[in-house]
């Protein structure tokens, strides 16, 4: 079990500085061309976009250049595909910085959100920060996305929802 | 049956969403108060405050009682606990993932390690 340096620590803030935006901030012990690799390469991606409980990745490409796709999908024990991501960059810094869009949308179709997202990696003395900016269409769809929470919180809560209602 | 709760929590959110609004929760988490006090650290007219009091009131963030000409307000907290568990659950989605990343880069750091010492 390696060690985790004390100046890693400074844990994920998430932040909404304007009505469409969410901001999330997190520090890494690792040199951002790592960090870029782990980001942007697809089996390194399947280790840490964990898709919630019972449900499998089956699909994960990811093209980091311009005009490049970016093509995730998880299936579940109902339904393949349970969600897809799909979007495209639109500009890449190779190490710095990254801009796709990305569109989820539920196996029927059902369009679950839509982004830009823009990925910035800064890096002083083997410490990354890494700071992802999410911009909505409207603020109703970025008030969506803080409170659907994604995934397996809103899952589990519909769940309870359900327990309680019965 | 499922009951798609995100509507009211958009209220929430929108309520929330402005700082002026935020500054009046502020208040009222130390207890009731009239609208003149909430009215006053604000940088506003006063029915431009009460204009904010009303969309917390409208989210169900804040109650209203009126006694004599007066009007106090008390912060309901229940919204508010459930927005902030929302925000939780994308905190803690978007936190499993770092920590997978951090082991995952430890990783890495090794491989690097240990192929640079095999050169």
């Known amino acids: ?166 | 049956m499922v009951v798609d709760a995100s509507p009211r929590l958009d209220q929430v959110f929108h309520a929330l969403a402005h700082p002026a609004r935020r500054a009046i929760i502020r208040q009222l988490s130390d207890g009731e108060r009239n609208l003149s006090e909430l009215a006053a650290p604000l940088k506003m007219t006063f029915p431009a405050a009460t204009k904010h009091v009303r969309v917390l009131e409208q989210a169900k963030l804040v109650r209203r009682r009126v006694a004599g000409r007066e009007h106090f307000c008390r912060l309901n907290a229940g919204p508010l606990k459930e927005a902030t568990s929302w925000t939780e659950e994308l905190h803690r989605h978007w936190e499993a993932r770092f920590r997978a990343l951090d082991s995952l880069l430890e990783e890495m750091k090794s491989e690097e390690q240990s192929r640079g010492r095999r050169l």
């Open chain 1, 1 to 166: 079990m390696n060690a985790i340096s004390p100046a890693q620590a400074k844990g994920l803030q998430i932040s909404t500085p304007t009505d469409t935006l969410i901001v999330l901030t997190r520090t890494f012990s690792a040199p951002r061309r790592l960090l870029w690799e782990a980001m942007f390469t697809p089996d390194k991606m399947r280790r840490w976009m964990l898709p919630p409980p019972s449900w499998t990745m089956t699909t994960c490409e990811c093209d980091a250049r311009v005009g490049g796709a970016l093509d995730v999908a998880w299936k579940s024990a109902d339904a393949d595909p349970a969600m897809t991501l799909r979007g495209v960059f639109t500009e890449v810094v190779p190490h710095e910085r990254a801009i796709h869009t990305e569109v989820m949308a539920l196996g029927t179709g059902q369009l679950v959100g839509s982004l830009v997202e823009r990925h910035e990696f800064s890096e002083a003395g083997n410490i990354t920060t890494l700071r992802i900016t999410q911009t909505y269409a409207s603020k109703e769809a970025r008030d969506g996305a803080l409170a659907s929470g994604m995934d397996e919180g809103m899952e589990a809560c519909y769940k309870q929802l359900e327990a309680v209602l019965g």
